[in-house]
């Protein structure tokens, strides 16, 4: 990884599925299902790193996640 790179200040602090939109945004950014997100904050909690790295993905998403 590019040791240059700065944390994005815009990007999520937390992994919200309390609401279903957010569920859907988490599992769309990820490209996972949205129970996986779900088991992966019952596992390491909200913060988007731990959630990432606990479903094998990358924080930030180098090319955006899943949103298009």
Same mark, same amino acid.
């Given at each position: 990884?590019? *040791?240059?790179?700065?944390?994005? +200040? =815009? &990007? +999520? $602090? @937390?992994v919200? %599925?309390t *609401?279903?939109?957010? $569920? /859907?945004?988490?599992? $769309?950014?990820?490209? %996972?299902? !949205?129970? /996986?997100? *779900?088991? &992966? %904050? &019952?596992? !390491?909690? *909200?913060? +988007?790193? &731990? !959630?990432? /790295? =606990?479903?094998?993905? @990358?924080? +930030? /998403?180098?090319?955006?996640g899943?949103? !298009?």
């Amino acid at each position: 990884m590019n *040791e240059n790179l700065k944390p994005d +200040p =815009h &990007a +999520p $602090r @937390s992994v919200n %599925v309390t *609401e279903p939109w957010t $569920r /859907a945004y988490w599992a $769309r950014y990820f490209e %996972v299902p !949205v129970e /996986a997100v *779900e088991d &992966a %904050v &019952a596992t !390491v909690g *909200e913060d +988007p790193g &731990a !959630v990432a /790295a =606990h479903l094998g993905k @990358s924080w +930030p /998403a180098q090319d955006g996640g899943g949103i !298009v």
